[in-house]
Every structure is written in C-alpha cells, then in structure tokens.
C-alpha cells in the first residue's frame, strides 16, 4: 500500500494533507432521472406517437456510429 511505502522512506501518516475527495455514484443513481422522464413519456407519447406533434427539420451527418442528431419543433403534453 501507498502507506507502508512513504513510512518506509520516512513519511509519517499524520503529515499527509489530503489533496481532493470524490464520491462516486452508481449507474442506477446516475440515470434514474431519465428513467424516470422517459417511463412517463412513453405513455403520454401514445401508440407509434400519435399524442406527439413534431416536426423534423433537418439531420445532421452521424456524430458516432451510435448516434444521429435531428433538429425539430415538438409540443409537449402538459400534463
């Protein structure tokens, strides 16, 4: 360990400064927002969309092979 290796050339524990702190996140916790949105408007949205009015307006080329980008005008239901 990190620690053995410094007291083995002299470091004492006590004279360590901690430098940053992070906290991870699990992927449940990290999506769950999203989830969420897209499980309430999945139903709203109706059989093959028909309670969605949008428009595509333009494409553009494919930023990866995973994703497209489409530019449009949505309404959105409000409730």
């Not at 992927?27 to 309670?51: C, S």
């Not at 990866?64 to 959105?76: C, D, I, Q």
């Amino acid at each position: 360990m990190i620690e053995s290796g410094l007291a083995a050339i002299g470091v004492d524990k006590s004279d360590l400064v901690l430098a940053w702190d992070f906290v991870t996140a699990s992927n449940e916790f990290m999506r769950g927002d999203l989830t969420t949105m897209r499980n309430t408007a999945v139903p709203a949205i109706g059989t093959n969309g028909a309670n969605l009015s949008f428009a595509i307006t333009a494409t553009e080329p494919n930023l990866s092979t995973t994703f497209k980008r489409y530019l449009g005008t949505y309404k959105a239901p409000t409730s």
